[in-house]
């Protein structure tokens, strides 16, 4: 079991850094879901034991259920920050009309020459 | 007690969270409800000062079980510095008239993360704070609302919740290896837990950590969001948020990893040297303001993980008194850098000086602090290594200084009450170099908190 979760973490974690890497937004955004549900499924294996839902009336040996809390609330965590995001793209998108990282990486560029050109000016006026 | 300053912040962040914050009386009471918090922290830290910790656990659970509210010395040092660079960059935004109806509440949010986080006495608990913290963050990096800023914000938020998913895994490798979330039940347990096991856990937790102080090899998102975003929220950035991570990594090294940190001191040290160098290097060859103090931002850094590598009571007391000034050296910096006229020309000097060292100036105290601890390791490296970052510190600040005094006078219309933030942080910067003793006192009752200092 340990080695199948192991697997599983591996392989989101992969994915997802695969990804991020790319250079549309979206995408990134779809990575950096998957890393955080790797984690979110690290935590659960993170467990100090498993067994029967811990719902009352317990039956048997029950599975940890503070791993479970802890999970629920990353997830909620991740859920919210991932719609933050979604609204950043959308934002970045209506000004740009683009979701790829050269785009922004060009309006960067032209932003540092503004930058540039503005202080010469200054100090050629001192 | 303890309950007071997070039940004031959290019933005025929700409260303010649905009022206007551009109308200029609901942005002032914003102020007034943070002010009220800062009073309540101080004086629960009067009681802490002479009694010693106080702890509360919630919901009547026994100890251990139930999520713990602790409040110690070197809590309430970084919790009353964040707020009060929360304070004064909000009042100074302000003044010059809030653009966005949730700018109060959003500092307000970050204000009940970060005194959260350096209030609680579990694990988890402080992932919890430290996301309340960050998730306002990014929301505030976007303030503004050019596309430059939300370019920023993307990058910033990207790259930090990275940084969150890391932290998230060492806590719970954390728990998974010592079988409790409460941060003095992990350090009872810690001795026990297999050497290969804690030092993975430690790395991810220090990377959290370190891509919030923007260290050197996670320092890559850092220029571009305080260059991007506008004056005040890069002080708060700067001034309250990075002290997430000296805090953290403060706590979890002291506290938790002390045999860890002892034993990656010397990896610690190369760090922390690269950063020195690398981020005077560069902030000595920028132009503009904000890019410069971005750079030598991630110098300071060093200097405070220098004095962690050098670890004892020296070197975390020093760590402690280096990253006050630096909060406030950044602050006083990024407010004034956007203004100009006489008494913000001064302000301008007077934190420059500070980032320099130059007594009589507050910086030299925190300076004084980092050399007192490399002549505690007797190292000569750590010596020469100091000696350069300061001059390249004295170099950069003083050609930005240069190039501010020639700039064109009337470019940004004056407004006597940022006058008044500036000059308030300018003097405590003053007051500080000039008697320390409060400060020094303060850090090393701080520093003793940590079971990590007593070696």
Known sequence: MTLILSLAVAILFGSGCYLMLKHDLIRLLVGMVLIGNAANLFIMSAGLQTGNAPIYPLRGTVADPLVQSMTLTAIVISFSVSALVLALIYRLYSSHTATTLEVFAQAEEAQAEIDDQSEELVEGAG | MIELPLAILWFGAVIFALLDGTNLKVAWASVAVLIAALVSIVILGVSVYQDGTQSVTAGGWAPGIGITLRVDMLGLVFAVLSISVLIMALAFEVMQDVRARVFPALVMFMAIGLTGLCFTGDAFNFYV????????????????????????????????????????????????????????????????????????????????????????????????????????????????????????????????????LEKSSMVLMVLASTSIVYGGLQALSRRSANEVLAYSSIGQVGYILAAIAVGGKVGFSAAIV??????????????????????????????????????????????????????????????????????????????????????????????????????????????????????????????????????
């Open chain 2, 129 to 260: 704070f430290f996301e309340i913290a960050m998730i306002s963050a990014y929301i505030m990096t976007g303030y503004g609302e050019t596309p430059r800023q939300f370019r920023a914000a993307f990058t910033f938020t990207v790259v930090n919740l990275l940084g969150s998913v890391f932290f998230l895994i060492g806590i719970s490798a954390l728990y998974h290896n010592t079988g409790w979330l409460d941060m003095n039940l992990i350090a009872q347990q810690m001795p026990q837990v297999a050497r290969n096991p804690a030092i993975l856990s430690a790395t991810f937790i220090f990377v959290a950590f370190s891509i919030k102080l923007g260290l050197f090899p996670f320092h890559f998102w850092l220029p571009a969001v305080y260059t991007g975003t506008r004056g005040p929220v890069a002080a708060m950035l700067s001034g309250a948020l990075a002290n997430i991570g000296t805090y953290g990594i403060l706590r979890f090294g002291g506290e938790i990893f002390p045999r860890e």
């Open chain 2, 322 to 455: 280096f990253a006050v000034l630096n909060s406030l050296n950044k602050t006083l910096l990024f407010l004034s850098a956007g203004q100009r006229g006489v008494i913000v020309g001064t302000g301008f000097a007077i934190g420059a000086f500070s980032v320099a060292g130059v007594p009589p100036v507050g910086g030299f105290i925190g300076k004084l602090a980092v050399f007192r601890a490399a002549a505690e390791e007797q190292s000569i490296f750590l010596f020469s290594l100091f000696l350069v970052g300061s001059a390249l510190s004295f170099v950069y600040m003083f050609q930005l200084y240069r190039r501010r005094q020639w700039m064109d006078e009337s470019e940004e219309e004056h407004r006597v009450g940022t006058f008044a933030v500036i000059g308030v942080i300018a003097v405590t910067i003053v007051a500080i170099g000039i008697w320390p003793e409060p400060l020094l006192v303060l850090s090393e009752r701080a520093a003793d908190v940590l079971p990590g200092a007593a070696r």
